[in-house]
Structure formats: C-alpha cells, structure tokens
C-alpha cells in the first residue's frame, strides 16, 4: 500500500507511502481519495491530516514517465484524479484538512497541500512548481495561488519554477503555521486537537458555508486546468522537458508558434 491510514484521537491519519520521493500515481491517488472518503464517512474522526511517511518528502507530484512516454489517456486519468476528483472530494468533506509538510512538496504534492484546509510546514519544508522546467504550465495553481499570495507574486513563483522555504511560504501566507524542523505532524496533531474540541455540527456547517463563500468558481477552473494540462502535455515542448529530466541534460526547447 502506498497510502497509510490511521486513526488516533478523533483524527485521521493518511500518509504518503511511495518512497523515494512519494511521486503520484493511478492507484496511488485512488487510494489517497479512497482513504479521504473512508475518513469523511467515519463517525468517529472529527479532523483529517494528510502527511508523509517518506522522510524528507511530502510529495514530488506526478510521476512524469507518462508524459514521456507520450500516453495522454493515462495522463488525462492522471489530471482527472488529482485536480477534479481530489478538489471535489476536499471540498464535501465536511471535516476540517490539514497538510503536514516536513520536507520537499513539489508540482502535484502542492496541489494535494493546498486542497487541504491549513498546511503546517517544519522549517525544513520547501515548496516549488516545476511544471515549467518539464514544458507544461502549473495550471490549476493559476486560479488559486493570486488570490492566496497576490498576483505577481504567483506569476513569479509559477513561471521561474523556483524552490522557496517555510519561512518564505509562511510569509506569503501559503502556509498556516510553522514548526520546527522535523515536527510538523506534531504541529499539525496538536492544531487537530483544538479542531476537535470544537462543536462538531457547528464546524461541519460553518466548514460547508466557508467552501461556498471561497469557491468563486474555482472547481470549475478546475476543469479548464486540467483540459490546458493535457493539451500542453501533448507539445513538443512536453516531451522535451521531460525528456531532458529523465536523461538528467539540460532542455534544447523547440520553436512552436
């Protein structure tokens, strides 16, 4: 199993499984889905944290070898899962969310943090969107990241493909809290506990309303980002930058008009 579930206090436990890096794949995020239902349905879970078992890694993002190989049904399977499916799932679940970052969280790994209701990150967290250096664009972080950290800062972050800390990530507002190195699931066990004190009906209502309130069209941006995914997915361009990743060289990118 790539996913580890487990419940403890009222809160629900899922865990990245897939060493070395947790990269993303078909049954990996059926499985991540299958346990974030298990855990919206399950009367006894009040919070869910969503973490890693990897040391070091959150979540690299998707395993790029379907692109390269130039299978666009299996990355449109792909696109489905992670950004529809994980969004919708997210946004009925009921409970509150929490990302435990203690680590690398990368491309697809920040689209599972940031679908997660708060992200904790230890200071030795860093986040990045590479999309960018493999010859695809970041699409759904377009509709959501401006109007977390302002637009020209997203543009920034989204299209130099940089690495950048906990420390700036808190800054920015991206991350809800910080922990020292090493002790973000801890953080995150703790910010749970105080979730689960609070009157359930009330949070479960109240979480509903704030997902309207916040929504301002965003599942459906959703789509349209994974349909620009697929399509860029398909370019030459694609194909270079994940050829040129696999083969550990430097991008010779075509001319495409």
Avoid at 203 to 211: D, K, L
Wanted: hydrophobic residues 45%; neutral net charge; contains cysteine.
């Amino acid at each position: 199993m790539m996913i580890r579930y487990e419940v403890r206090d009222q809160v629900a436990e899922i865990l990245f499984d897939n060493p070395p890096v947790n990269a993303l794949s078909e049954q990996m995020l059926d499985d991540y889905l299958a346990a974030l239902q298990q855990a919206a349905q399950a009367a006894d879970v009040r919070a869910v944290i969503v973490g890693s078992a990897v040391p070091g890694r959150f979540c690299a993002g998707l395993n790029l070898m379907a692109i390269h190989k130039g299978d666009h049904a299996r990355v449109r399977n792909l696109l489905e899962r992670l950004y529809v499916r994980n969004v919708d799932t997210q946004f009925h679940m009921g409970k509150p969310t929490i990302a435990a970052v203690d680590g690398t969280a990368r491309g697809g790994g920040m689209t599972l943090a940031v679908s997660c209701d708060m992200i904790v990150a230890s200071e030795s967290a860093d986040f990045g969107y590479p999309e960018i250096d493999a010859g695809v664009p970041p699409s759904i972080h377009f509709s959501h990241l401006p109007s977390i950290v302002g637009r020209h800062r997203a543009f920034e972050l989204l299209f130099t493909g940089r690495v950048f800390d906990a420390h700036e990530a808190a800054r920015l507002g991206l991350v809800s809290r910080l922990a020292p190195s090493g002790q973000a699931m801890a953080a995150a066990r703790e910010l749970a506990a105080t979730l689960c004190a609070k009157p359930p009906e009330v949070v479960r209502h109240g979480r509903q309303a704030f997902m309207h309130a916040n929504d301002n069209g965003y599942r459906a941006a959703v789509r349209a980002a994974a349909d620009s995914f697929c399509v860029a997915a398909a370019r030459p361009s694609a194909r270079e930058g994940i050829a040129a990743f696999v083969e550990k060289r430097k991008p010779v990118w075509p001319s495409e008009t």
